[in-house]
Protein backbone atom coordinates (compact mmCIF):
# COMPACT_ATOMS: atom_id res chain seq x y z
CA UNK A 1 0.00 0.00 0.00
CA UNK A 2 1.36 3.51 -0.69
CA UNK A 3 1.71 6.15 2.17
CA UNK A 4 -1.81 7.80 2.53
CA UNK A 5 -2.30 11.74 2.42
CA UNK A 6 -3.79 12.92 5.26
CA UNK A 7 -4.02 16.27 3.02
CA UNK A 8 -6.46 15.01 0.85
CA UNK A 9 -9.71 13.02 2.24
CA UNK A 10 -11.16 10.64 -0.48
CA UNK A 11 -14.68 8.75 -0.05
CA UNK A 12 -14.38 6.78 -3.64
CA UNK A 13 -13.22 3.45 -2.71
CA UNK A 14 -12.98 2.35 -6.59
CA UNK A 15 -10.22 4.72 -7.38
CA UNK A 16 -7.18 3.13 -7.87
CA UNK A 17 -5.48 6.17 -5.41
CA UNK A 18 -7.72 4.87 -2.93
CA UNK A 19 -5.54 4.57 0.57
CA UNK A 20 -7.12 0.84 1.27
CA UNK A 21 -9.10 1.12 4.11
CA UNK A 22 -8.77 4.54 5.70
CA UNK A 23 -10.46 7.42 3.31
CA UNK A 24 -7.53 9.07 2.06
CA UNK A 25 -5.89 9.36 -0.90
CA UNK A 26 -2.23 8.46 -1.89
CA UNK A 27 -1.47 11.26 -4.58
CA UNK A 28 1.11 13.65 -3.45
CA UNK A 29 -1.31 16.10 -5.21
CA UNK A 30 -4.34 17.14 -6.88
CA UNK A 31 -5.54 19.61 -9.40
CA UNK A 32 -8.97 20.95 -9.32
CA UNK A 33 -10.09 22.25 -12.34
CA UNK A 34 -13.06 21.88 -14.88
CA UNK A 35 -12.31 18.96 -16.97
CA UNK A 36 -14.89 19.95 -19.76
CA UNK A 37 -13.35 22.89 -21.96
CA UNK A 38 -17.04 24.17 -22.94
CA UNK A 39 -18.13 23.59 -18.94
CA UNK A 40 -19.55 26.93 -17.66
CA UNK A 41 -16.61 27.96 -14.90
CA UNK A 42 -18.98 27.64 -11.71
CA UNK A 43 -18.42 25.26 -8.75
CA UNK A 44 -20.70 22.67 -10.18
CA UNK A 45 -18.75 21.75 -12.89
CA UNK A 46 -15.21 21.93 -10.73
CA UNK A 47 -13.73 18.52 -10.19
CA UNK A 48 -10.29 17.10 -9.71
CA UNK A 49 -8.95 17.77 -13.12
CA UNK A 50 -5.86 14.58 -11.95
CA UNK A 51 -8.50 11.98 -13.01
CA UNK A 52 -9.97 13.93 -16.25
CA UNK A 53 -10.15 11.16 -19.30
CA UNK A 54 -7.24 12.93 -21.61
CA UNK A 55 -8.52 13.72 -24.73
Known sequence: MDTM???I???VKTCQY???QTN???RDS???N????DAPQ???YTQCSSFCAYR
Not at 34 to 37: D, I, Q, V
Open 5 to 7: NQN
Open 9 to 11: KCN
Open 18 to 20: HSD
Open 24 to 26: YCT
Open 30 to 32: IHV
Open 34 to 37: CCET
Open 42 to 44: TSG
